[in-house]
């Protein structure tokens, strides 16, 4: 009993710690993603870099939205990903993505 409380304890340590890796990130695109092709585009390419957790390419804000490990990638090899498949990504401040939310809620 001792032994499945310690194992319980250390799989939800290590989880807690890996959490605290993900980071998320947004991107413009160039050309802008337009259709349901460009989102499948993105998503089947994308999803094999290493450390990708989840790719939300939104159609209305045409902002690509990357959560990802960072201690297994950054922005700029994002960003290198993008440039395989011929689109030009541009990383979104914080305060842009605010407004393109807030004007795509009107």
């Given at each position: 009993m001792?032994?499945?409380v310690l194992l319980t304890f250390a799989v939800f340590l290590a989880a807690l710690v890996q959490a605290?890796?993900?980071k998320?990130?947004?991107?413009?695109?160039d050309p802008e993603i337009e259709c349901q092709n460009c989102v499948k585009k993105i998503k089947?390419?994308?999803?094999?870099?290493?450390?990708?957790?989840?790719i939300d390419p939104d159609l209305n804000t045409k902002l690509v939205t990357i959560q990802y490990d960072s201690e297994k990638t950054n922005p700029e090899n994002l960003i290198k990903a993008f440039a395989k498949i011929k689109y030009k990504a541009t990383v979104v401040e914080p305060d842009k993505k605010d407004k393109e939310d807030k004007k795509d809620k009107r």
């Amino acid at each position: 009993m001792k032994k499945l409380v310690l194992l319980t304890f250390a799989v939800f340590l290590a989880a807690l710690v890996q959490a605290q890796n993900i980071k998320e990130v947004v991107f413009t695109t160039d050309p802008e993603i337009e259709c349901q092709n460009c989102v499948k585009k993105i998503k089947d390419n994308l999803r094999f870099e290493k450390g990708v957790k989840a790719i939300d390419p939104d159609l209305n804000t045409k902002l690509v939205t990357i959560q990802y490990d960072s201690e297994k990638t950054n922005p700029e090899n994002l960003i290198k990903a993008f440039a395989k498949i011929k689109y030009k990504a541009t990383v979104v401040e914080p305060d842009k993505k605010d407004k393109e939310d807030k004007k795509d809620k009107r």
